[in-house]
């Protein structure tokens, strides 16, 4: 079925009322239950906010998690920015991502990987009707894109094809069968030579393309020894502005610039003009309508790595000295957009537990937060008029498509409101906990049939990162364990991002010191308020999370129950195994040359301290924190005769992908939290037996 034609069903159901079954069934009265593990399924990821440039449709991307299949399909869809019913552009039979409208409003542009073994390339959905048509067939792939303002052109950004990529392109188009052959070996010279997702790096570099519409033409206007990406057109069309590291030691520092390659190119790049010149990582490069500016992302402190503020800055497009418009306010900015009379740049704002709209004065540099309370916005687009599509999320609902217009915010899907009418939330509350050297705030979850004055037993989940901060937005893991009667703590320690660069670039080198402390703080607080049992708390998380319980449970018994995941537990062991050999050289040094540190900030050298019963688990190809961590840590633990287990899973990375495996990781922590606080059960979810 074609746009068009879907556009009119669209009316004549909404006529008789049979569009949104979940928007009627939400009207409907339904008795409440708590959360379970497989409303995980249930519910939809919504993001990618686009707003077509008439301001009259929205487009955005739904994650559906499939167990049956094991994978997690996403579906572009599509509403009108007055409000109404919403209508799906793309199947449910193959992913489609990245929903993109071209500059007139005929075209939809999105990614996506359609048949056997097939790589991502883009597709166009004419708006007037028709099918969607498929306009590349890159060997390797298209990985990003983005339209020029003629709608004639599309940049891409694409990496160097493999020798595999060109042998199956040539068999494609051939017919031919695919023939058994040894794999080759990987070939490293690099000294950056690994990535979570990806692997061992090669010499493939991600370079930037320009494709005709019309002729389906690609032409290469960037090229050498560097990886090219966010690409952003120039308004007359006639230039590319573009992120990349071009420093003769790239693999060794993350010295991102902005550079301007002319979109007529024909040298594949070998001319290019680079606008900033700091020392520290540039990205995510905008124009001015006019073209006389561009506006980027700066961390003016290269030294500080992501513990750096990221501020927003602006340059003179033909080359001049920077502008730092956000100087003055010490929180990271993401995703700037000029507004369409270039006064002004709207951005994301990371401060104090939440993530706003900004918009910030090119001339003054004043900050005016535009979505007001408890909220995040992981993404938004900005429409000709002003009109802004954003993806937002609250404690108490999960991402849905919202509407900025002036002061007015208007709610316009409803994906998963028929689920959420079935279900009982736990209140979230943002707490401050006065601690020794600083206040400690974040987010207190508690059971939704919490009693006032009841003690509960309480489990602490610190998040990843370090720099990253707990937000306010639905966050499923911790309403699952309310849902089972636990408060759940979840603290923005020092390390953490949004109060200032000082706060976060406390734990340098230094990791379970401060961050330790700034976790019992708000331990402490919850005790002493009389929500938590002292005798019934648990610890466990993801990634730092994990670390950060490594480092709870060599310092202190009082943890009953702990779950480290994807962590890390001797430091030297990771050097030159995961992918982060940048952080290792600069923040912690060279290990022949600082061992004494590596060894001083390792939980492992503490490990006969641990009492507490430790669940430990990861993905068996995660290079961003690899399995060997987890494996030594309870290889330790058996050793000593602790009570511990080792899960692994399989063909996971650092952030699994798989509905089974999640659903899976879900069960365990229920029933190791059960049995260790509550008392209940074996330790093993009730289909699962340990191996």
Known sequence: MNLHTKVCLMAVLAAFGLLDAGRAAAQAPAAKRNLTVDDYLAIKDVSNAQISPDGKWIAY???????????????????????????????????????????????????????????????????????????????????????????RRVALVMQDPSPEDIEAARRAKTGEKAKKTAQRPWVITRQQFKWDTIGYLENRRKHLYVLDVATRGITQITSGAFDDEEPAWSPDGKFVAFTSNRTPDADGNYNTDIFVVAAGNTDKGKSVMQLTVNSGPETSATWSPDGEWIAYLSQTDAHALDYGTHHLAVSPAGGGAPRVLTAKLD?????????????????????????????????????????????????????????????????????????????????????????????????????????????????????????????????????????????????????????????????????????????????????????YQDLMTYVDYAVARGIADPDRLGVGSWSYGGILTNYCITKTDRFKAAISGASEVLYITNYGHDHYQRDWNIEIGLPWKNRALYEKISPFNAVEKIVTPTLIMGGDIDWNVPIINSEQLYQALKVLGRETELVVYPGEYHEFTRPSHIKDRFERWLAWYAKYLKGEGTGQPAETKAM
């Not at 019913?85 to 489609?96: F, N, V």
């Not at 390339?121 to 990985?143: I, K």
């Not at 009418?421 to 705030?441: F, N, P």
């Open 61 to 151: 991307a739904v994650d559906t998690h499939d167990l049956e299949e094991d994978k997690t399909i996403t579906q572009i869809w599509m509403v009108l920015a007055a409000g109404g019913d919403a209508i799906p552009l793309t199947s449910k039979e193959e992913s489609s991502t990245s929903p993109r409208w071209s500059p007139d409003g005929k075209y939809l542009a999105f990614l996506s990987a359609r048949g056997e073994e097939a790589k991502t390339q883009l597709w166009l959905l004419y708006t007037g009707g028709g099918e969607a048509q498929r306009v590349t067939e890159a060997a390797q792939g298209v990985e990003a894109f983005e339209w020029a303002p003629d709608g």
């Open 331 to 515: 929180r990271n900015f993401f995703s700037p957009k000029f507004s369409a009379d270039g006064r002004s740049i709207y951005a994301l704002l990371e401060e104090d537990g939440v993530q706003p709209v900004a918009r910030v004065s090119v001339s003054s540099g004043e900050v005016t937060r535009l979505t007001p309370g408890p909220v995040r916005v992981s993404d938004f687009s900005v429409g000709r008029e002003g009109k802004i599509a954003m993806s937002l999320s609250q404690p108490d609902l999960p991402e849905e498509v919202f509407r900025l217009e002036g002061d007015s915010v208007q709610r316009l899907s409803h994906v998963n409101d028929a689920f959420l009418t079935q279900i009982r939330l736990g209140k979230v509350e943002y707490a401050k906990a006065k601690g020794k050297d600083v206040e400690v705030a974040g987010y207190i979850f508690y059971p939704p049939d919490y009693v006032p004055g009841k003690k509960y037993p309480t489990i602490l989940r610190p998040h990843g990162g370090p720099t990253e901060q707990t937000d306010a937005e639905f966050d499923f893991p911790a309403q699952l364990l309310a849902a089972k009667g636990y408060v759940v703590l979840r603290p923005n320690y020092r390390g953490s991002t949004g109060y200032g660069q000082a706060f976060s670039e406390a734990i340098y080198a230094d990791w379970g010191n401060k961050d």
